[in-house]
């Protein structure tokens, strides 16, 4: 029997560890956690105002089928919430409530300012390489991204059509900005979270490694 030795026998077996390789794709949504607390901020403020301009009771009906929109659905449920907490009875069937509420979203997004005192990175070409970035020199800097929600709402009478409500455009602003100064000096302000929501001790901060605690042992008997 012919043994093989040498790069001829070790072809196959690197073949069967490749073929045994496999990978993994990590993605991310469309919006970042801190655009989805800068939209649903902004929603709840605008849904709390359009509840109490509407100041509707009785058994409501809420139509929110020319409301489309990515992130629609967070604001409809809001005001929907904001009119239970007012006194409104909201049923799921059209033909047996006394009003009908529909509603109107114009705007529900998130804008983003800056300004910068001192000198921005800028991009330079280099041949034969990646482009390169100059540091960027902060006197001083803000970064301001704002919720912004625009809701409307009219309640009219479901037998008759009349009108019953109209709360006209209720708005909503939600604001997060970062600040520099003089280079090292850097914070953050914003209205998204109370005070004290945040995990403590916070995810990215170090913790030292606490022993397991060793499970009780029941007196022998």
Same mark, same amino acid.
């Given at each position: 029997?012919?043994?093989?030795?040498?790069?001829?026998?070790?072809?196959?077996?690197?073949?069967l560890?490749?073929?045994?390789?496999?990978?993994?794709?990590?993605?991310?949504?469309?919006?970042?956690?801190?655009?989805? @607390?800068?939209?649903?901020? %902004? #929603? !709840?403020?605008?849904? &709390?105002?359009?509840?109490?301009? $509407? +100041? =509707?009771?009785?058994?409501?009906?809420?139509?929110?089928?020319?409301?489309?929109?990515?992130?629609?659905?967070?604001?409809?449920?809001?005001?929907?919430?904001?009119?239970?907490?007012?006194?409104?009875?909201? @049923?799921?069937?059209?033909? %047996? #409530? !006394?009003?009908?509420? &529909?509603?109107?979203?114009?705007? $529900? +997004? =998130?804008?983003?300012?800056?300004?910068?005192?001192?000198?921005?990175?800028?991009?330079?070409?280099?041949?034969?390489?990646?482009?390169?970035?100059?540091?960027e020199?902060?006197?001083?800097?803000?970064?301001?991204?704002?919720?912004?929600?625009?809701?409307?709402?009219?309640?009219?009478?479901?037998?008759?059509?009349?009108? =019953?409500?109209?709360?006209?455009?209720?708005?909503?602003?939600?604001?997060k900005?970062?600040?520099?100064?003089?280079?090292?000096?850097?914070?953050?302000?914003?209205?998204?979270?109370p005070?004290?929501?945040?995990?403590?001790?916070?995810?990215?901060?170090?913790?030292?490694?606490?022993?397991?605690?060793?499970?009780?042992?029941?007196?022998?008997?």
């Amino acid at each position: 029997m012919t043994v093989r030795r040498g790069p001829a026998a070790v072809l196959p077996a690197l073949g069967l560890l490749l073929a045994g390789c496999s990978s993994s794709q990590v993605t991310t949504p469309a919006r970042t956690a801190t655009e989805q @607390l800068l939209i649903s901020t %902004a #929603a !709840d403020k605008a849904a &709390e105002r359009l509840a109490e301009t $509407l +100041s =509707v009771t009785g058994s409501v009906y809420v139509d929110s089928s020319s409301v489309e929109g990515y992130d629609n659905k967070y604001a409809i449920s809001a005001i929907r919430d904001a009119l239970l907490r007012r006194g409104a009875r909201l @049923l799921s069937a059209r033909d %047996a #409530a !006394d009003t009908v509420v &529909e509603l109107r979203v114009g705007a $529900l +997004s =998130v804008d983003s300012e800056n300004a910068l005192v001192g000198i921005p990175s800028i991009t330079m070409p280099l041949p034969m390489a990646n482009n390169a970035s100059t540091p960027e020199i902060s006197l001083f800097k803000k970064e301001l991204t704002q919720g912004v929600a625009k809701v409307a709402g009219t309640a009219y009478d479901r037998k008759t059509g009349a009108l =019953v409500a109209s709360s006209g455009p209720q708005y909503g602003f939600s604001n997060k900005a970062e600040w520099v100064l003089l280079l090292l000096l850097r914070w953050e302000t914003n209205d998204l979270l109370p005070s004290g929501e945040r995990p403590q001790p916070a995810p990215w901060e170090t913790m030292e490694a606490k022993p397991a605690a060793r499970p009780e042992r029941a007196d022998a008997e």
